[in-house]
């Protein structure tokens, strides 16, 4: 067995968290090693971000196009060539990719090895015929598709978000099983692609408010999208035909998407052997993304924590700064921002008003925001959402929800100002372009500090000197 030699750290996995800490290393001088046993750029460039968005912009031509009379656009029906679709996608996933090639890892100094990698003892792994040693390892091998325990599934023929992006087959009819955000993206992709669309889930985006839910499933079932609110009990199949069973109702599909969750990747690394806690709810780590063993950090979707690129490329970030530089930084976080890109986009930041009230009671203010009231949503047809913030009574913001066009970019406002602080009215006085979305949290803040302005005794005193200066 060879020696690839000693490193000052080595990354485990190459999905955006592996990318991220490895470049930063990099960047810090420190002799590094990046281990993936697949492809580099994980679920993300893969299975997830890219491909998922690649299929949505198909899928969202198709509707434009079938939807142009409103417009005043005369056009065909269109006709979706299921074929050509996944050629597409797989033309932005290799775009993407070009940035992340072994090559261009290289040329960052970063040494990839590809194969699986288990741990010896607590400073050797093993990888095929070799083994490296480390001062450091930072553990980010993400997750996989969660498949439920649900009686008859191993028989029936599905799919999980690892295989739905290279699909060459628009199904008549499809099934999708989970009403995240995963499960909603690809039923309304489906649905516009010409699919009839089932989706049979408990919980409809449950992580968000509760007018968010309604107002989705509104706008999918708008666009032909049924829904079976209810779990499911069984699945079988009869001929070619895929039957999901609840407790009132059957579905029917030619195709299953299982679309439930994910779980952490722990199995295979041989953790035990480097003495690491995990469990099959992931690695356990400290606010520092320390393992119990010191010198070994996990970061990312393998922690079991929030399950998003952009908190693993962070997570990793901190644990890398942890590792080789002195002192320490937390890498733990509540303020987290998520979108979900369906049409419109559902975009949150920090606590949602349920979350708010258990912790703050009534002390605290509620504000919405329609977007029938931004101009740019109405010039552009995309009324369907709103705005709403919770705050604390002095301003200070609790949590957000944008639902509408481009709300991920809309949302970045707000992230900002949670994390320097900042309160609802400071939003108020920032000169904001029009017409834009974003104009919407400009609208709401400056029309909230006016209702604190003159409200009570301020408001009195106001609205006297006003009169005393006419």
Wanted: net charge neutral.
């Amino acid at each position: 067995m060879t020696d690839f030699g000693r490193y000052d750290l080595v990354v485990i996995g190459a999905g955006s968290g592996g990318l991220v800490g490895a470049r930063f290393a990099a960047q810090l001088g420190a002799k590094v090693a990046l281990i993936e046993k697949n492809r580099i750029g994980g679920d993300c460039t893969w299975t997830g971000c890219v491909p998922s968005k690649a299929l949505i912009k198909a899928a969202r031509v198709a509707h434009e196009v079938r939807t142009a009379a409103r417009y005043g656009v005369g056009v065909n029906p269109p006709t979706v060539d299921m074929a050509a679709v996944p050629e597409y996608v797989r033309e932005a996933m290799h775009a993407v990719y070009e940035f992340e090639t072994p090559e261009a890892l290289a040329r960052e100094k970063v040494d990839v090895i590809f194969g699986a990698a288990q741990f010896i003892d607590a400073a050797t792994i093993n990888v095929g015929e070799h083994t490296a040693r480390s001062k450091a390892f930072l553990i980010t091998t993400g997750a996989r598709p969660f498949v439920p325990a649900l009686p008859g599934l191993n028989a029936v023929p599905f799919i999980t978000y690892e295989e739905i992006f290279e699909n060459d087959t628009l199904p008549k009819k499809m099934i999708l099983l989970g009403g995240g955000p995963i499960g909603m993206e690809m039923a309304q992709a489906y649905q516009r692609l010409g699919s009839e669309v089932t989706v049979v889930t408990s919980s409809l985006l449950p992580k968000e408010e509760a007018e968010v839910q309604k107002l989705m499933q509104g706008v999918l079932e708008g666009e032909g999208v049924r829904f079976i609110l209810q779990p499911a009990r069984s699945a079988r199949r009869h001929a070619n035909a895929i039957f999901i069973i609840t407790d009132n109702h059957k579905a029917q599909g030619d195709l299953l998407l299982v679309a439930v969750g994910r779980k952490p990747k722990v199995d295979g690394l041989q953790l035990e052997k480097a003495g690491v806690k995990y469990s099959s709810k992931g690695i356990q780590v400290d606010d520092r993304l320390r393992t119990n063993v010191k010198h070994i950090y996990a970061a990312g979707d393998v922690t079991g924590s929030y399950q998003f690129t952009h908190y693993a490329g962070w997570q990793a970030f901190q644990a890398v700064r942890n590792a080789l530089l002195p002192g320490s930084s937390t890498g733990v976080s509540d303020l987290v921002p998520w979108v979900t890109f369906t049409d419109p986009e559902v975009a949150h930041i920090g606590a949602t008003e349920e979350q708010a009230r258990s912790q703050y009671g009534d002390r605290i203010e509620v504000h919405c925001w329609e977007m029938g009231n931004v101009d740019r949503a109405v010039c552009e047809n995309d009324v369907s959402g709103f705005l709403k913030i919770v705050t604390k009574p002095d301003g200070a913001i609790l949590g957000a929800t944008i639902v509408g066009a481009r709300a991920g970019e809309a949302i970045l406002e707000l992230i900002v100002a949670m994390k320097q602080r900042m309160k609802i009215g400071d939003l108020a006085g920032a000169i904001h372009p029009y017409p834009t979305y974003s104009t919407a949290v400009q609208q709401m803040a400056a029309d909230i500090a006016v209702e604190h302005l003159l409200s009570g005794t301020s408001g009195r005193l106001v609205r006297g000197l006003s009169k005393a200066f006419r």
